[in-house]
């Protein structure tokens, strides 16, 4: 083998070392961050395919988290928003599916919101970037608010069946995201002000 050969072959064996060793740095911070949340198994599955565009940034981080939650909520609000418009419902259940989908369309909004607050996050300093934080953290809370709002019209005794187990587990799953995005964010806003943030 000559000598270029040789040289590209070390070259390749490099790259590839520093790529691994930056995904696992990449890694194991979300694992680290996601040890500060309520659910931290469910963050890392959820978080783990963005580790290597977050780079150990918190307010990326912060972004997956809320984003990943929109993306729940979403889908979620579409699959109830069905519910609501199918027949055979019975009154009592048909009310709790319909005030639920009025629930996660705030919610749906909420995080919207928070997440296009989060985009302009880099621009602000100080006093401004405090009331910024301050918007995000109670829209977020609203978001998880209207979630928590909804599964409670499925607790009362009358209101039974599958629609009822369907709805509780998809609602459950979305707000242990947003209960995760929010102790997330709240970590962005702790990190910030404490000077130990990236970047």
């Known amino acids: 083998m000559d000598k270029l050969g040789v040289y590209l072959q070390i070259l390749l064996v490099a790259l590839l070392y520093t790529t691994s060793n930056a995904s696992t740095a990449a890694m194991n911070y979300v694992t680290a961050s996601c040890n500060t949340t309520r659910y931290p198994s469910l963050c890392v599955r959820c978080l783990s395919s963005y580790a290597d565009s977050i780079q150990g940034n918190d307010l990326k981080l912060a972004k997956a988290a809320i984003s990943v939650s929109l993306n729940n909520a979403n889908s979620t609000t579409a699959y109830i928003s069905k519910l609501a418009a199918s027949s055979g419902l019975k009154p009592n259940i048909y009310q709790a599916v319909k005030d639920c989908v009025n629930n ?12 296009q607050e989060l985009e302009k996050m880099g621009q602000f300093r100080g006093q401004s970037f405090e009331w910024h934080m301050s918007n995000i953290k109670t829209w977020v809370s609203s978001a998880l608010t209207n979630q928590n709002t ?28 947003t209960s995760n995005a929010l102790a997330l964010v709240n970590r ?3 990190r910030h002000k404490a000077g130990t943030h990236m970047p």
Not at 104 to 115: G, I, R
Not at 167 to 174: F, G, I, P, T
């Open 104 to 115: 996660m369309n705030n919610c749906v909004s909420s995080l919207n919101q928070s997440v």
């Open 150 to 177: 909804c599964s409670r019209g499925f607790s009362d005794g009358s209101v039974d069946g599958p629609v009822k187990d369907a709805v509780v587990r998809r609602m459950s799953y979305v707000t242990q995201l």
């Open 188 to 190: 962005f806003a702790l």
